[in-house]
C-alpha cells in the first residue's frame, strides 16, 4: 500500500506540476470527503475493502505537503485532517477497555459508509440523467391545445351595499336642492333690521362697508348684502332715521344716525 | 373484442414488410406528436429514412386515427393532430369569478329596484349622470335586472325591473320589503332631511305590464345591447 | 391486415355498451391529447360525465398506445401522452436548450430523490460540504424540488422533496422506481445516520408530510431564498 506523497491526477492535463497547484487542486475538490473519494478510487479496489488506513495516511501527507508550501488549505480540510490523525491513532493503537468511545474500526467503518454513501449518490445521478428525460429523448405534445377557459362573473353585493347605494346618492340629490333654495339673499326687511340694530346710538359718520363687513362672512353674500343694506338705508333716511354722505363717485358711503331734534338746539334747520 | 382504434390499412402501405411499416408508422406519429407546429410532406420526409412513402403513410395513420378523440388534420398542405370538432366542448373549461358590482351598478341597481318600472333616463335623471356602458350590461348579466317593456311615451323607452333572482339575492320576500325613505333615515343610512313632498318610491316588479308600458317587440333583446352602451 | 394499432380492451370497460364506451374514450383521449401537462384521474373525471371507470378507461387506453410513436404514460397518478422512448433519435430538433446543472446540483437532487424528506443539512452532511449559493435555488427552479414542510427538530429545518414534474421529467413512474433503489437500500446506503442495522427508509415524495415533518408556515416562501445562498 502506497503512503507516497501522491496528488489526485485530475490535473495533470493542465501541463503543469501538480504542486504548483494545490491550493488549485483543493478547489477543484468539493470538500475534504470528494478528494478522500478521489484517493480511495486510486486504490482501485471495491469501496467496501478500502483501507481506511492507507487513506487516511494519504490525505495527511497531502494536507502535510501543502502546510510544507505554507499553501493555504480551507479549514473543512484541517479539521478532516485532524480527525484522520485521531482515526489513524486509534488505529494504530490497541484499543483500551473505557467502552465510551467507538473503536479505531467503529470510525473507520463509519468513513467507509460515508465515501461509500457519496459514491452511491454520484452514480444515481448519472443514472438519473442517463435516462430517457423529458423534453431530452421523450416530448410532449408540442403544440398542446389550450383549454378554453369560460369566465362567468359572479356578482356579490349586500342588501347593505344597495341600500347605502341608494339612500347617499338620494341624500347627495336633496343636498343639491337645499343649497339652492337655501342661496343666502339679504331681503331689503332683513338689511334694515340689521341696519337699526348696528347703528344703534352711533353719531359719527362711519363708512357704511365697516357695519357690514364682520357680517359678510363669504363674497358670494356681499353683493346681496350690499345692494340691500344700500336699499335699506335710502329708505331710512326717507323716513328721517339717519343720514347719508358720499363725497364723489364710488368713494365709501357714510352713514350716522339722524341727530335727535331736542339736541341739536338752535341750528336744526337742515 | 370491440376494434374500437383499428387501423384500417392503405394500399402502399400494405407492400412494406410489417415491421418496417410499423416503425415508419411509429416514426410519423411520434415526429407530428411532438411538433410545435403542423408538418409539411417535405419536413417529415427529410427526418424520416430515405425512401418512405410519407403520403402514404399520412394516409394511414389518418385513416387510423379515424373517428377517434384525437384526428389527423390536413390543413394547407401540413398536418397536425387535432382534437376531434365534436369533442371541443371538453376543452372548455367553465370559471365562475367573484366580482364585486361597480359604485355606479350598485346606485343603478337601487334606483331600478325602487323606481322600476323606470327608464334609462328615468335612472340617469335620478343619478344626476349618464350610466355608461356595461353597467345595465353587468346588472343583466348578474340576473337582477330584466328588460320589462316599453314605456307608452314618445320614443318609446325601454323599461328596466329587477328579477326574481333580485329578491333572492338580496333575501328579500317581495319588493315591497325595500325599506322606505324614512326607514332608510331611521336606519342611519339618510342623515339629511328629507325635502318636504318627496314621497317614498312605491316599486312594483310584477310580471304583469303597468298601465303605462307595453310589451318589448320582437327582437329587443338584440336591439337593447347598443341602446345601453350609447 | 395488420392490426397495428389494435386495442386490447381492458375487462371493466367491457361491460359497457360499445357505444358509451367509444365515446368515453374518445373522450380521454382528446383529454390527454390536448394537455401539455400530465392530467390526475380527478381532473380527468371533473371534465367527464359522472359515473365514468377513468382508469379503466385509461388502461385500456394505454394498452391501445402500446407499442405505438407515442405512448400513454402513468405518473404519480398522473397521466399524458409521450414520444415513445426509442424514438428520441427522431426528435433531437425538438430538444429544448436546458440549463446545464452543476455536478453539485445533480448530486444534490439524487440525494434529495433517494433520501427525502431531507434538510439541507442532512444533505450537506452525505456530499460532507455546504450547499454553495443557488444550488438548491437551481433544483427548484427547475422545478425538480420542492419544499416540503418543516422537520420537528430543534431549530426545525425546512425539508425538501420532489416534485411530480421530477417524475415526469426522469419518465419515472413512481418515486418507488427510482434506478438501484432496492440495492441501495440493501446495502444500507439509504439510511440517514452512520451506524446501519436500522431498516431503511424509503425515499416519500408523497404530498402528506411525514410524521416527524410539519407544515412550512405562512411566508416561509420568502424566507428560504436568503437562507439558500447563505
Request: aromatic share 6%.
Amino acid at each position: 500500500m502506497t503512503i507516497e506523497p501522491r496528488f489526485p491526477q485530475m490535473h495533470d492535463d493542465q501541463g503543469r506540476a501538480p504542486e504548483d497547484l494545490l491550493v488549485v487542486d483543493v478547489d477543484g475538490f468539493e470538500g475534504p470527503l470528494d478528494l478522500l473519494l478521489s484517493l480511495a478510487r486510486e486504490q482501485k479496489v471495491d469501496l467496501a475493502r478500502i483501507s481506511i488506513l492507507s487513506l487516511a495516511e494519504q490525505f495527511l501527507v497531502f494536507v502535510e505537503a501543502a502546510r510544507v508550501k505554507r499553501l493555504e488549505i480551507a479549514a473543512d480540510y484541517l479539521v478532516m485532517a485532524a480527525w484522520l490523525a485521531y482515526l489513524k491513532s486509534r488505529l494504530l493503537l490497541p484499543d483500551e477497555a473505557d467502552d465510551d468511545q467507538p473503536t479505531g474500526d467503529e470510525l473507520a467503518a463509519a468513513l467507509a459508509f460515508r465515501l461509500r454513501r457519496l459514491e452511491a449518490m454520484r452514480g444515481a445521478a448519472s443514472r438519473l440523467m442517463n435516462r430517457n428525460r423529458l423534453g431530452q429523448q421523450v416530448f410532449a405534445r408540442g403544440a398542446p391545445e389550450a383549454t378554453i377557459t369560460n369566465r362567468h362573473n359572479q356578482f356579490t353585493a349586500s342588501l347593505y351595499d344597495l341600500l347605502e347605494a341608494y339612500a347617499s346618492q338620494r341624500q347627495r340629490n336633496f343636498v343639491q336642492f337645499v343649497t339652492i333654495t337655501k342661496r343666502k339673499v339679504f331681503s331689503l326687511q332683513e338689511a334694515r333690521a340689521l341696519l337699526v340694530k348696528l347703528i344703534g346710538e352711533t353719531v359719527d359718520w362711519t363708512p357704511i362697508d365697516s357695519y357690514l363687513i364682520d357680517y359678510l362672512s363669504t363674497p358670494e353674500t356681499r353683493a346681496t348684502a350690499m345692494a340691500s343694506s344700500l336699499s335699506a338705508s335710502l329708505e331710512l333716511v326717507r323716513e328721517g332715521h339717519i343720514e347719508l354722505r358720499q363725497t364723489s363717485v364710488f368713494s365709501p358711503l357714510y352713514v350716522r344716525r339722524k341727530p335727535e331734534k331736542q339736541s341739536t338746539g338752535p341750528d336744526s334747520h337742515a | 373484442m370491440p376494434d374500437l382504434f383499428l387501423a384500417t390499412a392503405g394500399d402502399n402501405v400494405m407492400n412494406l414488410a410489417p415491421e418496417d411499416q410499423r416503425l415508419q408508422l411509429r416514426m410519423v406519429e411520434a415526429l407530428l406528436f411532438a411538433a410545435r407546429e403542423p408538418l409539411s410532406e417535405a419536413e417529415l420526409g427529410a427526418r424520416l429514412p430515405d425512401g418512405v412513402d410519407i403520403v402514404a403513410l399520412l394516409k394511414e395513420l389518418q385513416s387510423a386515427y379515424a373517428g377517434r378523440g384525437v384526428t389527423l388534420r390536413h390543413t394547407d398542405g401540413r398536418w397536425a393532430f387535432r382534437t376531434a370538432d365534436d369533442l371541443g366542448f371538453l376543452l372548455q373549461h367553465e370559471v365562475s369569478e367573484e366580482k364585486r358590482l361597480s359604485r355606479a351598478a350598485l346606485e343603478t341597481l337601487s334606483i331600478i329596484a325602487y323606481h322600476q318600472p323606470v327608464t334609462r333616463a328615468e335612472i340617469e335623471e335620478i343619478r344626476g349622470v349618464s350610466i355608461s356602458r356595461g353597467t345595465l350590461d353587468a346588472l343583466m348579466e348578474a340576473g337582477w335586472v330584466r328588460l320589462r317593456g316599453r314605456r307608452k311615451s314618445p320614443g318609446r323607452p325601454v323599461t328596466y325591473g329587477t328579477s326574481p333572482d333580485f329578491l333572492d339575492h338580496f333575501g328579500l320576500e317581495s319588493i315591497k320589503d325595500l325599506p322606505g325613505l324614512a326607514e332608510l333615515k331611521g336606519a342611519g343610512l339618510l342623515d339629511a332631511t328629507i325635502p318636504a313632498g318627496l314621497a317614498s318610491p312605491d316599486p312594483d316588479d310584477r310580471a304583469d305590464l303597468t298601465e303605462d308600458e307595453e310589451p318589448l317587440d320582437f327582437g329587443d333583446l338584440e336591439e337593447v345591447e347598443p341602446l345601453a352602451g350609447a
